[in-house]
């Protein structure tokens, strides 16, 4: 057989990503977008492609299921779209106001890699506080669909030993999707 005849083979073979590793067109699309340790630091609004180990996902079916603040902590941590938190009060004020599931407590800005040192602390007391009466707790972290903060931040909250924590990909949009109704939050104040 002739060099010429085994080309296009020699071609496709050249090209079939080795098991285990991605395909050279997925390495280049995620390349910039995860930092050393595996959480999104860039372009969040998008299909999100895995789940959040060693946290795990939970069905919409599961998370409809449950009554915020009775059944679990509903944490939502949508950034703020336009606003500020004033550093001297630590209380936040916005040009948008947000609704979310009723219940949840809003802790923006903490799906950053790495997040705000005081606002990431404000989330964990609030698991603290939470679990104080109930130290099995599970505490579903959203925000909005197809969104990378809520999936960081059940990550870490995982990785630094937090248990029962699921990640409600659908968010905000699947609960009021699923007729459910979404009532207007101000975020949670976090102190200097």
Not at 11 to 36: H, I, M, N, Q, V
Not at 105 to 121: F, I, K
Not at 155 to 164: D, F, K, N, T, W
């Amino acid at each position: 057989m002739a060099l010429g005849a085994l080309a296009p083979a020699l071609l496709t073979l050249a090209c079939t990503p080795l098991p285990g590793r991605p395909s050279p067109e997925r390495a280049l699309s995620e390349e910039g977008l995860f930092d050393g340790e595996g959480y999104r630091i860039a372009r969040f609004r998008a299909p999100v492609a895995r789940a959040p180990a060693p946290a795990r996902q939970m069905a919409q079916a599961e998370v409809l299921a449950l009554q915020p603040g009775r059944d679990a902590l509903f944490l939502d941590v949508l950034p703020v779209a336009s606003g500020w938190r004033d550093p001297a009060t630590g209380r936040w004020h916005l040009s948008e106001t947000h609704r979310t599931v009723p219940g949840a407590l809003w802790h923006p800005e903490t799906g950053w890699s790495p997040p705000d040192v005081r606002l990431w602390g404000a989330l964990r007391d609030t698991i603290s506080e939470a679990r104080r009466e109930d130290v099995h707790l599970p505490v579903i972290v959203f925000c909005r669909s197809d969104c990378w903060m809520s999936w960081n931040v059940a990550r870490r909250l995982a990785r630094e030993g937090v248990g029962q924590v699921y990640w409600y990909e659908e968010g905000i949009e699947g609960w009021h999707a699923a007729g459910r109704e979404l009532v207007e939050v101000a975020p949670v104040t976090v102190r200097p």
